[in-house]
């Protein structure tokens, strides 16, 4: 049961942290750092924080960091509310480049205060985090450091996210370059976060390359997922516009499979289609079957990783849990995946 009274600065650098205990410090230390931001960018930083999110990778964070007695510590606390405030920093310029109205059920950042405002505070963000690493005291033997290794996987992310633009309404995308694109744009965060838990961990470095994997799989899986919602969900289950999208022009992997069986979708699109009918077309050319598909041969990857891992078995069952969620299967349910 967590303790109500046990708040982040009261926790050192020795205590270990059962992983409930853990996430609930991890989004108390992320809600502080947004309700009590500068005066200046208060009001656009709150209304942040009244969105929340699943916090998918503070939980994998803090799971590959458990050591081989469950728990973690502080500094993993700190690691996972940098990595979230990375992804919501990310979040909130890519709704600027979209003219996103929703994210998470409340008005986008950009549309209640204005583009300008909107820049800087992810900017802010991106500064934020950085400086909660750099609190960090590190393992003496870990290299390289979180400090240092975020802002690599941070520059994939960038190019991914450029990559993407860049093929805006290229409906000739190849899947190879689709991979390509989400290999950075939201891969890199989740093998980052799962290579920073490792580091955390103190497990031999034999692990090293599994963890790697794992989050590379898992971003992928989670990006197929969002893919396939995209085209399956409502806006009540989203909490954001479906279709958004396609209506971007953001071309993803149902759609490239669904116009290279049925090229005479391509013409249509061109020609203006409607989103009812592009939804049952991608549908009847298979490319929401393909990507579930896909979905499924990655999860299998996965698992086979997760199994490899020399973990004991209930860190590796933590693991396979937040598999199934980044694969959709716990999106909708409020229990813990850390259980």
């Known amino acids: 049961m967590i303790d109500p009274n046990l708040h982040f600065d009261s926790v050192t650098d020795t205590d270990r942290l059962d992983l409930d205990m853990a996430l609930h410090l991890t989004s108390e230390e992320i809600r502080r750092n947004l309700t009590g931001a500068p005066y200046v960018i208060r009001n656009l930083t709150r209304h942040l924080a009244k969105a929340g999110g699943k916090n998918i990778r ?49 008005d986008t950042l950009h549309k209640k205060f204005g583009e300008k405002n909107a820049v800087l505070c992810g900017d802010f963000l991106f500064c934020l985090a950085f400086q909660l690493v750099g609190r960090i005291k590190p393992p003496e033997e870990r290299n390289p450091l979180p400090e240092n290794l975020l802002p690599a996987y941070m520059t994939e992310i960038c190019l991914g996210a450029l990559r993407e633009i860049r093929n805006n309404h290229n409906y000739k995308l190849s899947e190879r370059a689709y991979f390509g694109i989400i290999s950075g744009k939201t891969a890199a965060l989740f093998e980052a976060t799962f290579y920073a838990g490792f580091l955390l961990s103190g497990e031999p470095e034999d692990n090293k390359g599994g963890y790697i994997d794992l989050g590379k799989c898992m971003g992928i899986v989670f990006q197929l997922s969002d893919d396939c919602f995209d085209y399956e969900a409502t806006k009540k289950t989203m909490k954001k516009p479906v279709l958004s999208d396609f209506s971007q022009g953001v071309v993803t992997l149902p759609l490239i499979y669904a116009i290279k069986k049925d090229p005479s979708l391509l013409e249509r699109i061109e020609s203006g289609i409607s989103p009812q009918d592009i939804k049952q077309a991608v549908r009847a050319a298979g490319g929401l079957a393909y990507t579930h598909l896909k979905i499924d041969r990655y999860h299998k990857k996965a698992l086979k990783i997760i199994h490899s891992l020399t973990v004991p078995e209930e860190k590796k069952v933590r693991l396979i849990n937040l598999l199934d969620m980044a694969a959709g299967n716990m999106l909708r349910t409020s229990g813990s995946a850390l259980s």
């Open 58 to 106: 503070a939980r994998a964070l803090l799971a590959c960091s458990a050591g081989s007695d469950g728990k973690t510590d502080r500094r993993a606390v700190l690691t996972a509310s940098a990595i979230e405030l990375l992804h919501l920093a990310t979040l909130v310029h890519d709704d600027i480049i979209d003219n996103a109205v929703l994210r998470r059920g409340i």
